[in-house]
């Protein structure tokens, strides 16, 4: 019965470990733990068969399914449940409402079709959104009621041959928090992100590419932008203080700026090799604070258009900004208390969003609620107006933003939606040629049932917020719609089990999304990808990610250019990857010895192998044209642009050339499964600053690279 169960929740019985020739089947202990957290009771075969009994029960409670799915060129027919004493025809009433707000009102007869089915007529012709069907069946033991999120959607995403024909394009992708810039006070800013699209413009390039922008405590060990506290807002330290409107009406601010203190601080800030996110946020908060007095005076004199978008942009966030308004000023104001930053250890009356303890707070503290709300609408001004320099400067696509794939357990999204993360198990990946041990990811997945149940409106807000003012998104770890590894907490990462997720209705969201704001989407489909999955992806239009350092055969040879996937985004690496500097002086090798990932006969060995990798790179690179011959080149730079070209060579649609391999920038973002104490990611700076870019020779030689792809030399 404990299978069974398992089975029906969607727990896989087993999996294919990468390059293993017998699948690892999941133990009956992972299965109780995942039921468990999952909240049903699975301790023995009595419990699991109650726990069956229930969920049958719950399945035919209602005469709809939760949701479904239907295309837009389809002419759907009303569907329910049958009905225990329904007869041959039922008289059955329906309720539509469109996204938009129109109804649709109908009472009709609805017949038994496939078994425990009831057929109606066709449903009313529906735009492309998400609506909500309502229905009563009157059957003769009595009406049965029932709700249904209706998803109308495209049969693909936006795809590349819609936005561009049969163009290839290439852009640049970087880590923004690392970029360096004249005027930022120590971290890259979104001022910083405008400047680099003005640069992709004037090398031809056709958008720019960036980390999640997710909101972010930035403090301590709490900076990765792939485990945010939310991933519907973004972080403060992305604004650029100097560009908010207040900043030139306010002496207080500019005065505070420009004092003795703070400019040595800035400057010392903005000089270092390595990014101090408290300092940064603390300098910024004062600032900020200054600003958001000169707002209100000016929104209380009604000074007209900036009042205006702020209330504008308020009413399109709706309460869940007034929500994470107050859990960031509440936050602070618990942890002046020595209280943690955990939600989970508040007192009880505040642990959840809509408690009378909540409204009390902010009934008692609204102007720091107001300037949260007032950060987050000036992230979203800034963002928009670095889009808008991207389309002033000619880029079709513009910009990029990279979707996390969860949140952290602390954090808002799990405090603001009740239920819908699962406490007592982690995401990660499983045992594989890049992490031995598997991966514990630290950050709790969400229900498919409770997401189901809510017709996924946390998938769709995520989606929203990722993709305004953006022209693409890539998925961090798109192979998480169809399914996900979970790990029990306090257990080994290899003690875990694939769970499936409800991909079809997930995908159908993307599409809606990618239509509405005319992105492409770009899945990470790397690591163990299930059989399948890579074909799926494709009939949705969600381009792919391929990666030149893995792109190997069997034997270790680089494969050919024309053999590249022709629906893919390609790199040369990514940001859990070493940079193309660090990889060919072996940096990365040797790093991983100091920290004692590789003892010294396996350092030995990865150099061996790195040796062969590097000359078979080159063998490659020459018989593609891209260098005269094998033979090492005499500058980096030139190894740069023969790589890329290379990478422009494909057949691949969009090509992605990382500024720090432009710029031959060493030591990597990033070091995964390394604690903070033992390696500082995340908070390495760029060497060269954006003015710099332009004039420097390393990277106008690695730009050639890119030469046959850029629009400014055709």
Request: glycine letters at 8%; proline letters at 7%; a neutral charge.
């Amino acid at each position: 019965m404990l299978r069974v169960l398992a089975d029906r929740i969607g727990i896989l019985p087993a999996y294919m470990p990468m390059g293993a020739r017998r699948p690892r089947a999941t133990t009956d202990t992972t299965r109780v733990a995942i039921l468990t957290a999952m909240r049903f009771e699975a301790d023995d075969e009595a419990a699991a068969r109650r726990s069956l009994v229930k969920l049958d029960q719950e399945e035919q409670q209602g005469p709809l399914e939760p949701t479904r799915v239907v295309f837009e060129d389809e002419k759907p027919r009303l569907l329910a449940r049958r009905g225990p004493g329904s007869e041959r025809t039922v008289q059955t009433e329906f309720e539509i409402r469109e996204e938009c707000g129109t109804v649709h009102e109908r009472s009709v007869r609805a017949d038994v079709g496939q078994p425990g089915r009831l057929t109606g007529p066709p449903l009313p012709s529906l735009p492309v959104g998400v609506h909500r069907l309502r229905v009563i069946v009157h059957d003769p033991d009595g009406p049965r009621e029932g709700e249904q999120t209706l998803i109308v959607a495209p049969r693909r995403c936006l795809t590349v041959e819609e936005l561009l024909g049969d163009r290839r394009a290439f852009g640049l992708w970087t880590n923004l928090y690392t970029v360096r810039s004249d005027r930022d006070t120590g971290f890259g800013n979104l001022s910083s992100l405008g400047e680099l699209a003005r640069f992709a413009g004037e090398i031809g390039a056709d958008f720019v590419g960036i980390n999640p922008l997710h909101a972010l405590r930035n403090r301590s060990d709490e900076i990765s932008p792939y485990l945010p506290v939310s991933r519907i807002f973004r972080s403060p330290l992305y604004l650029d203080v100097r560009a908010v409107p207040e900043f030139e009406t306010s002496p207080d601010a500019r005065s505070l700026l420009e004092s003795e203190g703070c400019r040595r601080e800035v400057e010392a800030l903005r000089q270092a090799d390595r990014l101090d996110y408290a300092r940064i946020a603390a300098i910024q908060r004062r600032i900020l604070e200054v600003l958001h007095r000169r707002f209100l005076a000016f929104q209380r004199a009604r000074r007209g258009a900036r009042e205006r978008a702020y209330h504008d942009y308020c009413a399109r966030q709706g309460d869940l900004l007034t929500m994470f308004a107050t859990f960031q000023a509440l936050e602070e104001d618990l942890a002046r208390s020595g209280i943690p930053r955990d939600w989970h250890v508040w007192p009880a009356e505040l642990r959840g969003p809509r408690s009378q303890g909540i409204q009390e707070f902010r009934s008692k503290h609204p102007d720091s609620v107001e300037f949260w709300k007032f950060v987050q609408f000036e992230l979203d001004r800034q963002l928009a107006a670095a889009s808008r320099e991207g389309q002033a400067a000619g880029l079709p696509i513009g910009l990029y933003q990279d979707l996390a794939v969860g949140s952290a357990a602390s954090g808002f999204d799990p405090w603001a939606f009740p239920g819908l993360f699962l406490d007592g198990l982690r995401l990660g990946a499983p045992p594989d040629d890049y992490a031995a041990a598997g991966q514990d990811w630290g950050f709790p997945p969400l229900d498919p049932r409770t997401l189901a149940a809510d017709g996924y409106r946390y998938w769709t807000l995520v989606l929203r917020a990722a993709l305004a003012h953006s022209g693409a998104i890539r998925i961090d770890h798109v192979m998480g719609l169809f399914r996900q590894y979970w790990v029990p907490a306090g257990s080994p990462p290899t003690e875990g089990a694939y769970v499936r997720f409800p991909a079809q209705e997930l995908l159908a969201l993307l599409a809606v999304e990618s239509r509405r704001h005319e992105a492409l989407v770009i899945g990470e489909d790397l690591g163990t990808v299930p059989r399948g999955l890579q074909s799926q992806l494709a009939r949705w239009g969600v381009v792919s990610s391929r990666v030149l350092l893995f792109e190997r055969n069997r034997r270790g040879t680089f494969r050919p250019a024309s053999k590249y996937s022709r629906r893919a985004l390609v790199t040369v690496n990514t940001h859990d990857l070493p940079t193309l500097a660090d990889y060919w002086a072996e940096k990365d090798l040797e790093l991983r010895h100091e920290l004692g990932l590789l003892s010294d006969d396996a350092l030995a060995e990865a150099r061996f192998r790195r040796d062969r990798e590097r000359k078979g790179l080159l063998r490659r690179l020459a018989a593609e044209g891209c260098l005269p011959s094998a033979e090492e080149p005499d500058s980096f730079g030139e190894l740069c642009a023969a790589v890329n070209s290379f990478l422009c060579r494909t057949p691949a649609p969009l090509v992605g050339l990382s500024l720090d391999d432009l710029a031959g920038e060493t030591g990597p973002v990033n070091v995964p499964g390394v604690p903070p104490e033992r390696f500082p990611s995340w908070t390495r700076r760029m060497r060269l600053s954006l003015e710099a870019l332009p004039h420097d020779e390393t990277v106008g030689e690695a730009l050639t690279g890119a030469a046959e792809r850029s629009r400014r030399s055709r």
